[in-house]
């Protein structure tokens, strides 16, 4: 009969593996050859892992956990009751996700889960680099937050065979797994993807056109080019849009999510109803990106959920979310579930800590 191990004997049992692996590669050298390497590329995209394992100094950091992909469930269709009243309690773990153990140390707390972690186990996985620590704490512990490893991976939502999908588009379109893409990759990706299953479809100029606003909103920087974390996150969404009922996605939001939905819809509607405009604000205010003055960090985050009435960050958003409500939307309105369904795929494009909006909404 198998033995049950916690969390913290099964790190220290991978460590006293890692430093057994690392003793037999200085004893013998490993050559790798390209069609290993490729194929131990795709092996990650599957896992939903995008680091390469030389990328990892086995001295100081852990093995990545393994993941095992989620499943549908039958009823996962069924409407979700997800009521407006009364309002969830939000309560984060106790206890490091890593080690399982509650120590005094400031614990990071994930702004979409309630698991919480210690920055010396995060550097240890592999999650924080070297000398970025303290960054990570500043925004782990503001409003604005910080996502997991678990969370910042948008790709780790899709099912088996949801990512066998994927990956069987990516093959056949000729996409390098852990390679950033050019607008003009973005853009041949896309009219290859149109005419999978049917040479003679194509993209139209409107869709090419929506196409090339969506690489410049995973482009922020305006490096010329976007980071293949983003570009996988970006087409695991829409495969999510593709394949999954709305009650589906509904299902995903976590109970952080949830409370922010609920705090929108209280703090821009009129208690049982919002506009068709403030909806459509509230799908842009999830990506609502930091202030310039706020403290620069080299791991780039979002802002999730509304910008409260008194910030300084207030008056500009309200400038810029005028430019995106059409006036005709004034006068129509929703209720909460409605508002709920219009949100939750651009709920869960906030999640990622990239400044990228992995999903750019309409207007």
Known sequence: MGVLMSKRQTVEQVQKEVQEEKEAEASTPVLQEESNINRAAWERLRDG??????EFDRNNRFTPPAFIRPTRKLDDDKPPDICLEPRETVVNDEMCDVCE???AESLFPCRVCTRVFHDGCLHRMGYIQEGSAAEVTEMAHTETGWSCHYCDNLNLLLTEEEMYSLTETFQQCKVIPDCSLTREDFLRYRHQAAKRGDSDRALTEKQEEQAARQFAALDPDHQGHIEWPDFLSHESLLLLQQLRPQNSL?????VKERERARATFLAWGNGSTISEAECLRAQHSWFCK??????????????VGPIAESSPASSNSKIQDKALLPTEHESRSMDWPTFLRENVIYILAARPNSAAIHLKPPG
């Open 49 to 54: 892992r995008g680091v390469e394992p030389e």
């Open 101 to 103: 153990v509650w120590t």
């Open 250 to 254: 509904l299902r995903l939001l976590t």
């Open 290 to 303: 930091r202030l310039p003055e706020a403290p620069s960090s080299s791991v780039s985050i979002s802002h």
